[in-house]
Nanobody, 124 residues
Framework: QVQLVESGGGLVQAGDSLRLSCASS????????TTWFRQAPGKEREFVAT????????YYADSVKGRFTISRDNAWNTVYLQMNSLKPEDTAVYYC?????????????????WGQGTQVTVSS
């Protein structure tokens, strides 16, 4: 089993920055990739960014490319999402998810483990 805990969300103004953290525990050695998703009220869950365990493969949604950066610190079993130039449309609950499998990173069904989410609110 793997446990994921997100932190770092909050209320910021447009143009500000936030850094989210996803701390993992348990059988972390079994994780192949960790992904950030987000879900805004009344909308479907959306893929944001993914990073493989080695850090060799990183992918971003077009909506965040150039503004968000995903990274990981395997010594601390933590994945980060640095969010710059935040926009009101970035407002959502952000979830991290981990998978032991290779597949389409956009598919929520690929992921075995999910965190509880952290709220990000960007005011205009």
């Amino acid at each position: 089993q793997v446990q994921l805990v997100e932190s770092g969300g909050g209320l910021v103004q447009a143009g500000d920055s936030l850094r989210l953290s996803c701390a993992s525990s348990g059988r972390t050695g079994s994780i192949y990739a960790t992904t950030w998703f987000r879900q805004a009220p009344g909308k479907e869950r959306e893929f944001v960014a993914t990073i493989t365990w080695s850090g060799a493969n990183i992918y971003y949604a077009d909506s965040v490319k150039g503004r968000f950066t995903i990274s990981r610190d395997n010594a601390w079993n933590t994945v980060y999402l640095q969010m710059n130039s935040l926009k009101p449309e970035d407002t959502a609950v952000y979830y991290c998810a981990a998978t032991q499998r290779v597949g389409d990173w956009h598919w929520g069904s690929l992921y075995n483990y999910w965190g509880q989410g952290t709220q990000v609110t960007v005011s205009s």
